[in-house]
Protein backbone atom coordinates (compact mmCIF):
# COMPACT_ATOMS: atom_id res chain seq x y z
CA UNK A 1 0.00 0.00 0.00
CA UNK A 2 0.75 3.46 -0.59
CA UNK A 3 0.61 6.50 2.45
CA UNK A 4 0.06 9.99 1.56
CA UNK A 5 1.21 11.88 4.77
CA UNK A 6 -0.44 15.46 4.24
CA UNK A 7 0.27 18.89 6.76
CA UNK A 8 0.53 22.71 6.57
CA UNK A 9 -3.35 23.28 6.37
CA UNK A 10 -4.84 25.78 8.73
CA UNK A 11 -6.45 29.34 8.91
CA UNK A 12 -5.34 32.62 7.52
CA UNK A 13 -6.43 35.75 6.47
CA UNK A 14 -6.85 36.86 2.58
CA UNK A 15 -3.87 38.00 1.47
CA UNK A 16 -1.49 35.88 3.29
CA UNK A 17 0.16 32.68 2.51
CA UNK A 18 0.48 28.65 3.64
CA UNK A 19 2.67 25.90 2.12
CA UNK A 20 1.08 22.43 2.02
CA UNK A 21 3.39 19.42 1.95
CA UNK A 22 2.49 15.34 1.08
CA UNK A 23 5.06 13.12 2.11
CA UNK A 24 4.45 9.67 -0.16
CA UNK A 25 5.30 6.33 1.98
CA UNK A 26 5.31 2.52 1.20
CA UNK A 27 6.57 -0.17 -1.33
CA UNK A 28 6.37 2.78 -4.10
CA UNK A 29 8.85 1.86 -7.23
CA UNK A 30 8.03 5.14 -9.03
CA UNK A 31 5.76 8.38 -8.62
CA UNK A 32 4.39 9.61 -12.14
CA UNK A 33 2.48 12.91 -10.94
CA UNK A 34 2.19 14.22 -7.91
CA UNK A 35 -0.41 17.34 -7.05
CA UNK A 36 -3.13 18.54 -5.12
CA UNK A 37 -7.48 18.33 -5.63
CA UNK A 38 -9.75 20.53 -3.97
CA UNK A 39 -13.06 20.40 -2.44
CA UNK A 40 -15.28 22.69 -1.13
CA UNK A 41 -18.86 21.89 0.35
CA UNK A 42 -21.21 21.22 -2.02
CA UNK A 43 -18.76 20.97 -4.66
CA UNK A 44 -16.80 18.66 -6.76
CA UNK A 45 -13.01 17.44 -6.35
CA UNK A 46 -10.91 19.80 -8.26
CA UNK A 47 -7.54 20.10 -9.64
CA UNK A 48 -5.30 23.04 -7.88
CA UNK A 49 -2.29 21.76 -9.56
CA UNK A 50 -0.15 19.23 -10.99
CA UNK A 51 3.93 17.49 -11.65
CA UNK A 52 5.09 15.28 -13.41
CA UNK A 53 8.69 13.22 -12.40
CA UNK A 54 9.85 15.55 -15.00
CA UNK A 55 8.68 18.43 -13.73
CA UNK A 56 6.13 19.56 -16.00
CA UNK A 57 3.08 21.60 -14.31
CA UNK A 58 -0.25 21.93 -14.52
CA UNK A 59 -2.20 25.03 -12.89
CA UNK A 60 -6.30 25.26 -12.74
CA UNK A 61 -6.75 28.88 -14.52
CA UNK A 62 -7.77 30.46 -10.75
CA UNK A 63 -4.68 30.22 -9.15
CA UNK A 64 -2.28 30.42 -12.10
CA UNK A 65 0.54 33.11 -10.66
CA UNK A 66 -0.82 32.57 -7.00
CA UNK A 67 0.25 28.56 -6.22
CA UNK A 68 3.17 27.02 -7.00
CA UNK A 69 3.49 23.22 -7.03
CA UNK A 70 6.83 21.59 -6.67
CA UNK A 71 8.35 18.17 -5.69
CA UNK A 72 11.68 16.43 -4.24
CA UNK A 73 11.61 12.96 -6.15
CA UNK A 74 14.51 12.20 -3.69
CA UNK A 75 11.66 12.34 -0.59
CA UNK A 76 8.64 11.31 -2.33
CA UNK A 77 6.94 14.70 -1.45
CA UNK A 78 4.76 17.15 -2.75
CA UNK A 79 4.76 20.70 -1.76
CA UNK A 80 2.17 23.65 -3.09
CA UNK A 81 3.05 26.69 -2.32
CA UNK A 82 -0.30 29.06 -1.99
CA UNK A 83 -0.14 32.90 -1.49
CA UNK A 84 -2.51 36.01 -2.02
CA UNK A 85 -4.95 33.59 -0.75
CA UNK A 86 -8.56 34.50 -1.61
CA UNK A 87 -11.97 33.15 0.42
CA UNK A 88 -12.48 31.20 -2.61
CA UNK A 89 -9.68 28.97 -1.97
CA UNK A 90 -11.24 27.74 1.35
CA UNK A 91 -11.97 23.57 0.90
CA UNK A 92 -10.35 20.59 1.76
CA UNK A 93 -6.98 20.00 -0.35
CA UNK A 94 -5.77 16.83 -1.12
CA UNK A 95 -2.74 15.49 -1.90
CA UNK A 96 -2.64 12.84 -5.43
CA UNK A 97 -0.52 10.89 -6.54
CA UNK A 98 0.04 8.06 -9.54
CA UNK A 99 2.42 6.01 -8.06
CA UNK A 100 3.98 2.62 -9.38
CA UNK A 101 4.29 -0.14 -6.51
CA UNK A 102 7.46 -2.84 -6.03
CA UNK A 103 5.95 -5.89 -8.12
CA UNK A 104 3.57 -4.08 -9.58
CA UNK A 105 2.45 -3.66 -13.31
CA UNK A 106 0.77 -0.94 -13.28
CA UNK A 107 0.36 2.76 -11.52
CA UNK A 108 -2.47 3.62 -9.21
CA UNK A 109 -3.94 6.62 -8.00
CA UNK A 110 -3.48 7.27 -4.38
CA UNK A 111 -5.20 10.44 -2.09
CA UNK A 112 -4.44 11.97 0.95
CA UNK A 113 -6.91 12.11 3.59
CA UNK A 114 -7.20 15.74 3.05
CA UNK A 115 -6.15 18.96 4.78
CA UNK A 116 -8.69 22.23 5.57
CA UNK A 117 -7.11 25.38 4.11
CA UNK A 118 -9.70 28.49 5.65
CA UNK A 119 -9.34 31.69 4.44
CA UNK A 120 -11.13 34.62 6.37
CA UNK A 121 -12.13 37.80 4.46
Known amino acids: QVQLVESGGGLVQAGGSLRLSCAAA????????MGWYRQAPGNQRDLVATITSGGITNYADSVKGRFTVSRDNAKNTVYLQMNNLKPEDTAVYYC???????????????WGQGTQVTVSS
Open 26 to 33: GMILSIET
Open 96 to 110: YTRTRRIRADNYWNY
